[in-house]
T-cell receptor
Framework: AQSVTQLGSHVSVSEGALVLLRCNYS??????LFWYVQYPNQGLQLLLK??????LVKGINGFEAEFKKSETSFHLTKPSAHMSDAAEYFC????????????FGSGTRLLVRP | KAGVTQTPRYLIKTRGQQVTLSCSPI?????VSWYQQTPGQGLQFLFE???????NKGNFPGRFSGRQFSNSRSEMNVSTLELGDSALYLC??????????????FGQGTRLTVV
């Protein structure tokens, strides 16, 4: 069965610092990969997705992620953190078949220090 | 374009009761999925409906059920509520074509508290 591992339940950075949130998936065949963000008492908002078209994916709010098949990773980065980036981030995978079942990682809470 | 609408936003129910949650997907989307989010278990897939048929099901007891109507709106029902059913229930809407790469768009969720 496919699974997703997000290293670090909490990540703390200073405003202006690099943001790096880690995601590894387990699958023999690369799935579709997604990063979502969740603000308190809100639903999930899509940041970006990987669909095999390009390994470096740019998303909203200055975030990007790089798909590395050899490392089965899809880490999320942002060059400079803003206070408004403080939220919980979820990595998710979906098999490239007809299933629309998303398998989520356990989430990483990003704290941004002033 | 309207987003995914879930009603109600908040619910308080008593153990043993049943509850029905509603989800209206984005216009033109035919796939609706439901997820349960709890602090302990995280985000877990409940089921997915496409064109009024359940296409996929997660690992939840039969007390959890759902359906989809011809206009793609979906409802999920939980019978004989237990304290552990307290969670944020999220609905996601997608285009739903087989094998496509379309993303899922989520609603704001329904916060269910069982007392």
């Amino acid at each position: 069965a496919q699974s997703v591992t997000q290293l670090g339940s909490h990540v703390s950075v200073s405003e202006g610092a690099l943001v790096l949130l880690r995601c590894n998936y387990s699958s023999s065949v690369p799935p579709y990969l997604f990063w979502y963000v969740q603000y308190p008492n809100q639903g999930l908002q899509l940041l970006l997705k990987y669909t095999s078209a390009a390994t470096l994916v740019k998303g909203i709010n200055g975030f990007e992620a790089e798909f590395k098949k050899s490392e089965t990773s899809f880490h999320l980065t942002k060059p400079s953190a803003h206070m408004s980036d403080a939220a919980e981030y979820f990595c998710a995978v979906r098999p490239m078949d007809s299933s629309y079942k998303l398998i989520f990682g356990s989430g990483t809470r990003l704290l941004v220090r002033p | 374009k309207a987003g995914v609408t879930q009603t109600p936003r908040y619910l308080i129910k008593t153990r043993g009761q049943q509850v029905t949650l509603s989800c209206s997907p984005i216009s033109g989307h035919r796939s609706v999925s439901w997820y349960q989010q709890t602090p302990g278990q995280g985000l877990q897939f409940l089921f997915e409906y496409f064109s009024e048929t359940q296409r996929n099901k997660g690992n939840f007891p039969g007390r959890f059920s759902g359906r989809q109507f011809s206009n793609s709106r979906s409802e999920m029902n939980v019978s004989t509520l237990e304290l552990g059913d307290s969670a944020l229930y999220l609905c996601a809407s997608s285009l739903g074509a087989a094998g496509d790469s379309a993303e899922a768009f989520f609603g704001q969720g329904t916060r269910l508290t069982v007392v």
